[in-house]
């Protein structure tokens, strides 16, 4: 009987080890997230962990739900799919610094492969941007650059004196050979970058080129839809022969696109200067500004991407002179500006036309 209870109980040993067995769970491989592109209304997760075999890099914006940064998005993941990497896309909700600054404390958790960032606060990340680097991770800024010590590099969408060529440029395309009047309806008067680019388009009106292009007027909207449609309306009375309009702002660009629209001014008068396609789109359509200019945010997330895996693999070290290529845009060199510090500058500002202002919903 005893040897009989003995053989029983190891019986029963073994059935319940072989239901155990059964009920435990299998082991599977990791699998590594999707290199798709996150939805532009809503980040992945600051928990989600790096992709499994390849670099991660981390795109995040001043706040989530901004369709120019969704546009970044856009050109951020072209690179990815390019480069076999991914790219999440990460940000606060609003443009709140200090949420800005726990998601990146999270990625620096997570161990991420670098980070392209837009600054809610220049200075404020600054520190957090430190300690990226000193966890081996290379941060860039982008749009709105990081304090010179809280990343390796700054991606500059474009520079002074390219944005004051290219509006006297489009003046002439619109004005054709001959020439006319053309007048300046600004921001306010004292604001630093609208007042460098009126003194960069100023001196561009001195070359031979634009000898026939007469600036007859400078005007100021102060930025207020109200003023600016106003002060338009001003030069048309002030100067019947006004050619074109040039504003270096995005209110006063589409206000005056509106007063040439509802004083049936079209192909009389041209506005042209800085806008957004979501704003100007109505008024190339109707010929009242057939052209204006801007910088392309899909590009420059996609050079931003480029960067980040040049520096992730080493192509680059992030020191002045290092060159490396951006896919479809070409080759890049970092240069060292005395205020900017390192930087990489995407080029000239993009110009919209009717041609190509549905690709863009900024």
Not at 145 to 162: C, E
């Amino acid at each position: 009987m005893k040897h009989r209870s003995i053989m029983f109980g190891l019986t029963t040993l073994i059935v319940l080890s072989m239901l155990l067995g059964a009920c435990a769970p299998k082991p599977t491989a990791t699998q590594a997230p999707a290199a798709t592109e996150a939805p532009a209304t809503q980040a992945p997760a600051a928990t989600e962990a790096p992709a499994q075999g390849g670099m991660t890099f981390v795109l995040v914006p001043k706040n989530l739900g901004n369709p120019y940064f969704d546009n970044a998005n856009k050109g951020a993941q072209e690179a990815a799919k390019e480069l076999g990497v991914t790219v999440l896309y990460q940000g606060p909700a609003t443009a709140d610094t200090t949420q800005q600054i726990q998601l990146i404390n999270s990625l620096i958790a997570q161990k991420v492969n670098g980070m392209a960032i837009s600054a809610d606060d220049s200075d404020a990340l600054v520190p957090t941007g430190k300690d990226a680097m000193a966890a081996g991770i290379p941060v860039i800024s982008l749009d709105s650059a990081i304090g010179k010590d809280g990343r390796v590099l700054h991606i500059n969408q474009a520079v002074t004196q390219d944005i004051g060529a290219v509006e006297i440029k489009m003046a002439l395309d619109l004005t054709g050979p001959d020439g006319g009047k053309i007048a300046i309806l600004s921001a306010t008067s004292t604001a630093p970058n609208q007042n460098a680019w009126i003194e960069v388009m100023k001196a561009e009106l001195k070359k031979p080129e634009y000898s026939k292009l007469q600036l007859v007027d400078v005007v100021y909207g102060d930025d207020d839809d109200t003023k600016s449609y106003n002060e338009a309306l001003g030069l048309f009375t002030k100067y019947p022969d006004l050619k074109v309009i040039i504003a270096p702002t995005t209110v006063g660009i589409a206000a005056s696109g509106r007063a040439v629209t509802d004083k049936n001014l079209i192909g009389k008068v041209f506005v042209t200067g800085l806008g957004l396609p979501s704003q100007m789109r109505e008024y190339v359509k109707n010929g009242a500004s057939p052209e204006f200019a801007l910088w392309n945010p899909i590009d420059l997330g996609y050079l931003a991407t480029y960067t980040l895996n040049a520096l992730a693999t080493k192509e680059i070290t992030g020191k002045a002179g290092d060159k490396f290529k951006a896919g479809r845009l070409g080759e890049y060199t970092i240069t060292d500006d005395p205020d900017l510090g390192l930087n990489v500058l995407l080029g000239p500002p993009f110009i919209f036309k009717a041609d190509n202002i549905d690709n863009f919903t900024f």
